[in-house]
């Protein structure tokens, strides 16, 4: 039978079509037994986790249940190791109770052991007391008589010696008048005897004074470069090396304007000059703000003229009284015993060499000024006299008629700050860190500049103030880890140094003005450099 051609196609068509829709079902089967493989992987997975979680679970409920057993057995622990102590405190407090009843009762036995033994004491006294004082009233008319036999005897005794002593003085007094020249030797004797203790007394008393002339420092004197024997003896180094020094530079290390330093440049000069000839010196006075370099000027002048020097204060003489006088003859008897020559330097000069006429000062101190003026008024090879003082305008005339020259010192304009904070810069800072004695380290910065800008921050400080300030810097390296100094720790230390001199200068105005003063304020608090 022949089939059509489009049957065979159809036919064709339709066998191609089942065979698609196997291809689709066993495609389909296998993805579904792929499916069915995969679920079957997720859930053994999902067990595996399940179990793993599981077993976590009961690690850390076994880690917790060996903790809590853990901390239940430590509490057990602490627990007994408390009530152990408790017990022993209570056993420790039972004895100390069982001994204190012990003491006590010790103590009670031995009171009455005492108390015992006093009255048997006080018993036998009593009986012999008794005893004596019957034995006493049966011999007492024996007593009596042995009494009065030695009274007797005694004063026979007393007579004859009376006797005999008069006997024998009177027939030495006789033999010695009678033997002229027995008495001549006798008051030749007692004359001499005299005049030795005479002679003695007043020897020691000059030669007392002439080694405290020589040897002692005045009382008076509180600082001086002059040699004694004393010192030599204590200190011969120092002494030596002191001898051995040569003359220094009348302005080295203080720091003037240029006027300034001039003239008292010329002042140095004419002194070791005068030193040198013999010739009379003449009296300085140095007046300004205190911290201006009066006192280190003075020192160095002295040393320069190769003289030495001496620093009394002004404040010393009022409180010696009636001593005063005496104070002040001795300072100018030891100043005039200087072989070099003695720059006598008087701090506070104001302070008792006030006007006698307008001031109310006390007799002493009147009495010591006129001592003072008395041994000031001739020039002298053997001393020079130097004052300093804040207020020149309270002397005395008559201590302006013994001042030959001037000098005032001022605060230090801007250049000589620059040249006094580099040089305590210097002198504190640098020299000290490179060195490396000492624990101080210097941070890495301009160090000409910071000192330019710190001189301009000072002004109308002294140059004390500016050598505190450096002072300051060193504390402030020394306070801190590792003993670095850095730029902000210099700008901090200049910054509190600006407000405490500008509250010093609030306090001072504040005091001129309750004062009611008309005259010039210093610009500084404190004393005369």
């Known amino acids: 039978m022949m089939i059509p051609a489009t049957g065979k196609e159809a036919l064709g068509l339709a066998q191609l079509q089942e065979q698609t829709l196997q291809l689709e079902q066993q495609s389909k089967l296998k993805e579904y037994e792929a499916a069915v493989e995969q679920l079957k992987n997720e859930q053994v997975r999902i067990q595996g986790d399940e179990r ?10 076994q880690q917790a249940r060996a903790q809590y057993q853990d901390k239940l ?24 109770e069982s001994v204190q009843k012990q003491e006590a009762m010790r103590r009670a036995t031995v009171e009455r052991e005492m108390e015992l033994r006093h009255k048997n004491e006080m018993l036998r006294i009593e009986a012999e007391a008794q005893a004596r004082a019957r034995a006493e009233r049966d011999n007492a008319d024996l007593i009596r008589e042995q009494i009065r036999l030695k009274a007797a005897e005694h004063r026979q005794t007393v007579l004859d010696s009376l006797k005999t002593a008069g006997t024998l003085f009177g027939e030495g007094f006789r033999a010695f008048v009678t033997d002229w ?25 000059v030669a007392g004074r002439y080694i405290e002339a020589r040897l002692g420092k005045p009382s008076l004197v509180r600082e001086t470069s002059r040699i004694t024997v004393l010192e030599a003896l204590k200190h011969p180094i120092q002494v030596g090396k002191r001898l051995a020094s040569k003359a220094q530079d009348a302005l080295e290390g203080v720091v003037l304007n240029p006027t300034l330093e001039e ?26 703000p205190p911290g201006t370099g009066k006192t280190l000027f003075a020192k160095k002048l002295a040393m320069h003229s190769g003289m030495d020097y001496a620093i009394m204060t002004g404040g010393d003489v009022a409180p010696m009284g009636r001593e005063g006088v005496t104070a002040m003859h001795k300072v100018f008897d030891w100043a005039n015993t200087s072989r070099r020559g003695l720059l006598l330097f008087v701090d506070e000069a104001d302070a008792f060499l006030r006007k006698r006429a307008t001031e109310k000062i006390s007799e002493d101190l009147r009495a010591t000024l006129n001592v003072f003026l008395h041994r000031t008024g001739q020039h002298s090879n053997k001393f020079m006299l130097v004052l300093a003082s804040n207020q020149p305008e309270q002397f005395d005339w008559a201590i302006n008629d013994r001042i030959d020259e001037m000098v005032h010192f001022q605060l230090p304009g ?17 020299q000290p860190a490179t060195e490396g004695k000492q624990r101080l380290k210097l941070a890495q910065f301009d160090y000409g500049k910071k000192c330019s800008e710190i001189a301009k ?8 103030e500016i050598s505190q300030l450096a002072v300051a810097w060193q504390a402030a390296a020394y306070a801190s880890e590792d003993g670095t100094l850095t730029e902000a720790m210099i700008d901090n230390r200049v910054a509190d140094a600006v407000q405490q001199h500008q509250q010093k200068m609030e306090w001072l105005k504040a005091e001129g003005m309750e004062a009611g003063k008309n005259q010039p304020l210093p610009l500084t608090l404190g004393k005369t450099a």
């Not at 430590?74 to 009530?83: H, K, S, V, W």
């Not at 801007?414 to 640098?430: A, C, P, S, T």
Request: hydrophobic content about 35%; proline content about 0%.
């Open 181 to 205: 020249d027995k008495v001549t030797a006798t008051v030749a004797g007692l004359t001499l005897l005299a005049v030795g203790i005479y002679s003695a007394k007043n020897a020691t008393a």
């Open 52 to 61: 793993r979680k599981t077993l976590n679970e009961e690690t850390r409920q």
């Open 263 to 288: 003239r008292v440049r010329d002042i140095a000069i004419a002194t070791r000059n005068t030193r040198n000839n013999r010739s009379l010196y003449r009296n300085i006075l140095m007046y300004g």
């Open 73 to 96: 057995a430590r509490q057990r622990y602490e627990d007994q190791l408390r009530q152990q102590q408790l017990l022993n405190e209570e056993n420790l407090r039972k004895q100390e």
């Open 457 to 464: 921050l000072t002004e109308g400080m002294s140059g004390r």
């Open 414 to 430: 801007l250049d000589e700050r620059e040249r006094l904070v580099r040089m305590y810069f210097d002198k504190h800072i640098l």
